[in-house]
């Protein structure tokens, strides 16, 4: 199969679909490697390591869709992307499409085979390819949380970790996952005081036996919501419905009730974000104020660290791109339930539930699609 790798074009996108490891990995399988001139450069890549592997450095991203069977990438494929693609080509990156009618419209249209990251699944009901982006969000969201506190920043000029004499930060994480815990454990590593809220008892339960003492923990009704936002300098949004639109767990109406210059950290943007008023935003501009509360609401926080993100993430999606390249789609989604959860588009038939629900599009079975 030949594999193919363009240059991300997203505002301030600095990851790339495939490490060097990647694509010596797949050359030694006997597939082909065609990588965007510069496409890693920004992860720490330079085209010069992919040569040394054997992969080909080609000039254009338009290249790379013409020729590519299967084409990897991070982000989801922006609309002069999507244009390029075509039916019988695998497209295999994070998509989030339940808030992206046009992005959705758009892969329909081409017909194309679209595995999404963020829905494959693994046996113990998790997101393995979800999973390290979101580890990495949960420790970022703290540090771009305090420094969107201060002051020159339009916050309330409150340090994390406060300093003898003064109290510290109180800090709220909206979800309990994988995300969640990773903000709550790095928030309190700075010092705050944080309290993380679930729906799941048994969670909370898990987070109390293996964090007691680092953070506290609550039920996420709308009582207890609401009374925490307001007492916080902080509130990080991390919840995830798998595939599915984020819930609005604060309106706007209770940014009256919080603390003037709190901010709000919205890592479930992508997802259209958990709070009402989240939009999303941009590495070049990442914050807004909406009635006195600051939001901080990039939609590829992981993007920040690249090179971290970036070996993150092709650890994780290297043995499914293999299954991909070394069997084709179609023999690889029959052999793993998991990797089959991943399909969201094939033929210009949209094949996962939450999207179609969130979008009012009608959906085919995955399994059908399989006999397409």
Same mark, same amino acid.
């Given at each position: 199969?030949?594999?193919? $790798?363009?240059?991300?074009?997203?505002?301030?996108?600095?990851?790339?679909?495939?490490?060097?490891?990647?694509?010596?990995?797949?050359?030694?399988?006997?597939?082909?490697?065609?990588?965007?001139?510069?496409?890693?450069?920004?992860?720490?890549?330079?085209?010069?390591?992919?040569?040394?592997?054997?992969?080909?450095?080609?000039?254009?991203?338009?290249?790379?869709?013409?020729?590519?069977?299967?084409?990897?990438?991070?982000?989801?494929?922006?609309?002069?992307?999507?244009?390029?693609?075509?039916?019988?080509?695998?497209?295999?990156?994070?998509?989030?499409?339940?808030?992206?009618?046009?992005?959705?419209?758009?892969?329909?249209?081409?017909?194309?085979?679209?595995?999404?990251?963020?829905?494959?699944?693994?046996?113990?009901?998790?997101?393995?390819?979800?999973?390290?982006?979101?580890?990495?969000?949960?420790?970022? #969201?703290?540090?771009?949380?305090?420094?969107?506190?201060?002051?020159?920043?339009?916050?309330?000029?409150?340090?994390?970790?406060?300093?003898?004499?003064?109290?510290? #930060?109180?800090?709220?994480?909206?979800?309990?996952?994988?995300?969640?815990?990773?903000?709550?454990?790095?928030?309190?590593?700075?010092?705050?005081?944080?309290?993380?809220?679930?729906?799941?008892?048994?969670?909370?339960?898990?987070?109390?036996?293996?964090?007691?003492?680092?953070?506290?923990? &609550?039920? @996420?009704?709308?009582?207890?919501?609401?009374?925490?936002?307001?007492?916080?300098?902080?509130?990080?949004? @991390?919840?995830?419905?798998?595939?599915?639109?984020?819930?609005?767990?604060?309106?706007? &109406?209770?940014? &009256?009730?919080?603390?003037?210059?709190?901010?709000?950290?919205?890592?479930?943007?992508?997802?259209?974000?958990?709070?009402?008023?989240?939009?999303?935003?941009?590495?070049?501009?990442?914050?807004?104020?909406?009635?006195?509360?600051?939001?901080?609401?990039? &939609?590829?926080?992981?993007?920040?660290?690249?090179?971290?993100?970036?070996?993150?993430?092709?650890?994780?999606?290297?043995?499914?791109?293999?299954?991909?390249?070394?069997?084709?789609?179609?023999?690889? $989604?029959?052999?793993?339930?998991?990797?089959?959860?991943?399909?969201?588009?094939?033929?210009?038939?949209?094949?996962?539930?939450?999207?179609?629900?969130?979008?009012?599009?009608?959906?085919?079975?995955?399994?059908?699609?399989?006999?397409?």
């Amino acid at each position: 199969m030949l594999i193919g $790798c363009p240059k991300e074009i997203k505002n301030q996108e600095y990851r790339v679909g495939m490490t060097p490891s990647a694509a010596m990995e797949a050359i030694s399988r006997g597939h082909s490697v065609i990588i965007e001139t510069n496409a890693g450069v920004g992860a720490g890549f330079p085209d010069a390591d992919y040569a040394s592997v054997g992969a080909e450095i080609v000039g254009t991203a338009a290249e790379i869709f013409k020729r590519a069977d299967m084409v990897v990438k991070v982000k989801e494929p922006q609309a002069v992307e999507r244009k390029q693609l075509r039916e019988g080509q695998i497209l295999f990156t994070y998509l989030h499409l339940a808030p992206d009618p046009e992005q959705t419209k758009d892969l329909l249209d081409s017909g194309v085979t679209a595995i999404a990251y963020e829905t494959v699944t693994d046996r113990n009901g998790g997101l393995p390819l979800l999973a390290p982006m979101s580890e990495v969000a949960g420790r970022l #969201a703290p540090q771009v949380g305090s420094w969107t506190l201060q002051k020159a920043n339009g916050g309330r000029g409150v340090l994390m970790g406060g300093v003898p004499g003064v109290g510290p #930060a109180k800090v709220v994480v909206l979800g309990g996952g994988v995300v969640g815990t990773h903000a709550a454990r790095i928030a309190a590593g700075m010092g705050a005081d944080v309290t993380i809220t679930d729906l799941s008892t048994p969670r909370l339960r898990y987070l109390d036996d293996v964090f007691g003492g680092q953070f506290k923990n &609550a039920y @996420a009704s709308k009582n207890n919501t609401a009374e925490l936002i307001a007492e916080a300098d902080m509130v990080i949004g @991390a919840v995830l419905i798998p595939g599915a639109e984020a819930p609005k767990l604060v309106s706007r &109406a209770q940014l &009256a009730t919080m603390k003037p210059g709190a901010a709000l950290v919205d890592v479930a943007i992508d997802q259209g974000g958990c709070f009402e008023t989240s939009k999303a935003t941009t590495h070049d501009d990442p914050i807004y104020e909406v009635d006195g509360i600051m939001h901080y609401c990039v &939609a590829n926080m992981p993007g920040a660290v690249a090179r971290t993100s970036t070996i993150a993430l092709g650890n994780a999606t290297m043995p499914f791109m293999m299954a991909l390249a070394d069997k084709g789609w179609k023999q690889a $989604c029959e052999d793993d339930e998991h990797l089959l959860n991943g399909l969201n588009t094939h033929a210009g038939k949209l094949t996962y539930y939450a999207v179609g629900k969130a979008l009012g599009i009608d959906v085919v079975s995955p399994s059908l699609a399989l006999k397409m």
